[in-house]
C-alpha cells in the first residue's frame, strides 16, 4: 500500500510544477502551443505541399484573372483579348494542321545551342577571373560595360554580317546573355569562402588543383543557379531573334500572326514560351538535386 502511495507521489510530481498559490500546492504544467504561422509571416516556412498548393492557386488565379477579363471586355473587341479555351484551342490547331512542333523544336534548338556556346565560354572565363586577379582586372572592365549594350542593338550588325541565317539569330541569343553570365559566375566563385582557398595554398597545392579540385566545385551549386537564371533572359530574346527573315520558330509564327491581327496566335505563341520557360527551369532544378544532394539534405 505504501509502494504504490510512493509510486503515485512520484508520478504526480513528474506531470506537475510548484504552484504559486498557498500551501506550497502542485499545479500542472501548462503546454506550450506555438503562436500559428500567418501567410504573410516574415521569414516564415513553407513545406512541400502547401508550396505545391499555393503555386496551383496562383497558376488558377493567373488564369481566372485573364477569363474574366475576356468576358468583361465588350463583345466586339473580345478578339483582341480572347479567352484561354481559344488560346489553347488555337495552340492545338496549329499543332495539329500547321507543323507546330517543327516551330517549336527550332526555336528550343536555337535557344539551347546558343545557351550552350555561352556556357562553354562564360564558365572558364568566370572561374579564372574569379581565382586570379589580374586576369579580373585585365577583363572585367570589358566584360562590365559591354553587358550594358542591349542585345537588339546588335540585329543590324549581324545581319550585315551573317545575313538572315540561323547563326545570325544563334548569335542574337548568345550575346544577349554571355556577358551577363561571365559576371555572375564571377561573383560566384569570390563568393567561395578564402578558408578553402588558403587550406589548399597550405597544404602545398598547384594553382591547377585550387581551381579545378577546390573553386569550381565549391563554386558548382552556385553557378548552375546562375545558369538557369540566365537561359530564362534567353527565352526573353527569343522573338527578337526569330523577328528578322525567319520563316520558322515561334517567333516567326507570331510575327506572320501579328500581320493579320490574330491576337490568338500571338498569345498562343507567347504562352508556348512560357511553358517551355517553366519546364526549362525545373529541368536546371531537378539538375541541381541530382548533382548536388547535399544542397537539400536538410530540407
Known amino acids: 500500500m505504501m509502494a504504490e502511495n510512493k509510486s503515485e507521489s512520484t508520478s504526480n510530481t513528474e506531470s506537475t510544477v510548484p504552484g504559486t498559490g498557498t500551501g506550497g500546492t502542485l499545479e500542472k504544467a501548462p503546454l506550450y502551443k506555438p503562436p500559428k504561422e500567418r501567410f504573410l509571416e516574415v521569414r516564415g516556412?513553407?513545406?512541400?505541399?502547401?508550396?505545391?498548393i499555393l503555386g496551383l492557386a496562383g497558376v488558377v488565379a493567373f488564369f481566372g484573372i485573364w477569363e474574366i477579363?475576356?468576358?468583361?471586355?465588350?463583345?466586339?473587341?473580345?478578339?483582341?483579348?480572347?479567352?484561354?479555351?481559344?488560346?489553347?484551342?488555337?495552340?492545338?490547331?496549329?499543332?495539329?494542321?500547321?507543323?507546330?512542333?517543327?516551330?517549336?523544336?527550332?526555336?528550343?534548338?536555337?535557344?539551347?545551342?546558343?545557351?550552350?556556346v555561352a556556357c562553354l565560354i562564360a564558365v572558364p572565363l568566370g572561374l579564372l577571373m574569379g581565382c586570379f586577379i589580374k586576369l579580373r582586372a585585365l577583363i572585367n572592365p570589358t566584360v562590365g560595360g559591354l553587358r550594358y549594350l542591349p542585345a537588339a542593338s546588335f540585329v543590324p550588325l549581324l545581319l550585315v554580317y551573317f545575313g538572315p541565317t540561323d547563326f545570325a539569330k544563334?548569335?542574337?541569343?548568345?550575346?544577349?546573355c554571355v556577358f551577363f553570365l561571365i559576371a555572375l559566375i564571377l561573383d560566384n566563385v569570390l563568393s567561395v569562402p578564402k578558408e578553402l582557398i588558403e587550406s589548399a595554398q597550405t597544404m602545398g597545392a598547384s594553382r591547377r588543383h585550387i581551381v579545378l579540385k577546390v573553386a569550381l566545385p565549391a563554386a558548382a551549386p552556385q553557378i548552375l543557379d546562375s545558369m538557369r537564371n540566365m537561359i530564362a533572359v534567353s527565352w526573353t530574346y527569343l522573338v527578337i531573334a526569330e523577328i528578322v527573315a525567319a520563316t520558322d520558330g515561334?517567333?516567326?509564327?507570331?510575327?506572320?500572326?501579328?500581320?493579320?491581327?490574330?491576337?490568338?496566335?500571338?498569345?498562343?505563341?507567347?504562352?508556348t514560351i512560357g511553358i517551355l520557360g517553366v519546364l526549362t527551369d525545373i529541368s536546371f532544378r531537378l539538375a541541381a538535386r541530382f548533382l548536388f544532394p547535399y544542397q537539400y539534405a536538410r530540407h
Open 250 to 271: 515561334i517567333g516567326a509564327v507570331m510575327m506572320r500572326a501579328a500581320r493579320f491581327l490574330h491576337v490568338d496566335i500571338i498569345m498562343g505563341g507567347i504562352l
Open 170 to 176: 544563334m548569335a542574337l541569343l548568345f550575346l544577349g
Open 45 to 52: 516556412s513553407v513545406g512541400r505541399n502547401e508550396s505545391l
Open 69 to 116: 477579363c475576356h468576358y468583361l471586355t465588350p463583345e466586339s473587341q473580345q478578339k483582341f483579348l480572347p479567352s484561354v479555351e481559344q488560346v489553347v484551342g488555337k495552340i492545338y490547331g496549329l499543332i495539329r494542321d500547321k507543323g507546330y512542333f517543327s516551330d517549336i523544336g527550332k526555336s528550343v534548338y536555337r535557344i539551347y545551342l546558343s545557351f550552350t
